[in-house]
């Protein structure tokens, strides 16, 4: 079965800084992975995705992604940290092997300090 | 362009009611699904479609019930519902998820449900 993990509750950056909030999978098959982002009583927003190809992503907001599959990672990256960029950051993962289930981890509270 | 359409947004229930959370999506999107967001364990799945007339169960399925007679409509029940049912659902719609297909889901602003 697949699964994803998310090991940080929550991550606390200085405006200006780069960050990375971590992300690790387990699937049978190849992953297709995805990362989103959840502002206060919205619904999730798609920030970018990784199907094959190039192992780092880029996507909206200046955020990116690197896929490791030595490590299972997809890390969520940026280089320069915004106040506005403050949210709940969800990675998910997709087995293509298996059926159509998105399944997505716990979830990892970004805030930004000016 | 609407999108994903949840109603209602708030809605508190007596243990032992049934309910059904209606989404509506007019993107002609093949896949519908069904999650929950509970403090500290992400967003689970509940059910999904891939298309008209076919549904499956995800993560979390007992006690809710799903169809989908149309492409734009996928209703979730809640035929008796429990304390522990209390939530925020949110609905996904995408065009490329059903089959191999590697495309983003769409969300719902969410319901927010509390059974007392």
């Known amino acids: 079965a697949q699964s994803v993990a998310q090991p940080e509750d929550q991550v606390n950056v200085a405006e200006g800084n780069p960050l990375t909030v971590k992300c690790t999978y387990s699937?049978?098959?190849?992953?297709?992975l995805f990362w989103y982002v959840q502002y206060p009583n919205r619904g999730l927003q798609f920030l970018l995705k990784?199907?094959?190809?190039?192992?780092l992503v880029k996507g909206s907001y200046g955020f990116e992604a690197e896929f490791n599959k030595s490590q299972t990672s997809f890390h969520l990256k940026k280089p320069s940290a915004l106040v506005s960029d403050s949210a709940l950051y969800f990675c998910?993962?997709?087995?293509?092997?298996?059926?159509?289930?998105?399944?997505f981890g716990s979830g990892t509270r970004l805030s930004i300090r000016p | 362009n609407a999108g994903v359409t949840q109603t209602p947004k708030f809605q508190v229930l007596k243990t032992g009611q049934s309910m059904t959370l209606q989404c509506a999506q007019d993107?002609?999107?093949?896949?519908m699904s069904w999650y929950r967001q509970d403090p500290g364990m992400g967003l689970r799945l509940i059910h999904y479609?891939?298309?008209?007339?076919?549904?499956d169960q995800g993560e979390v399925p007992n006690g809710y019930n799903v169809s989908r007679s149309t492409t734009e409509d996928f209703p979730l029940r809640l035929l008796s519902a429990a304390p522990s049912q209390t939530s925020v659902y949110f609905c996904?719609?995408?065009?490329?998820?059903?089959?191999?297909?590697?495309?983003?889901?769409?969300f719902g602003e969410g319901s927010r449900l509390t059974v007392l």
């Open positions: 996904a719609s995408s065009s490329g998820l059903a089959g191999t297909g590697t495309g983003e889901l769409f």
């Open positions: 699937v049978s098959g190849n992953p297709y």
């Open positions: 990784y199907i094959t190809g190039d192992n």
């Open positions: 998910a993962v997709r087995d293509s092997s298996s059926a159509s289930k998105i399944i």
């Open positions: 993107m002609n999107h093949e896949y």
């Open positions: 479609s891939v298309g008209a007339g076919i549904t």
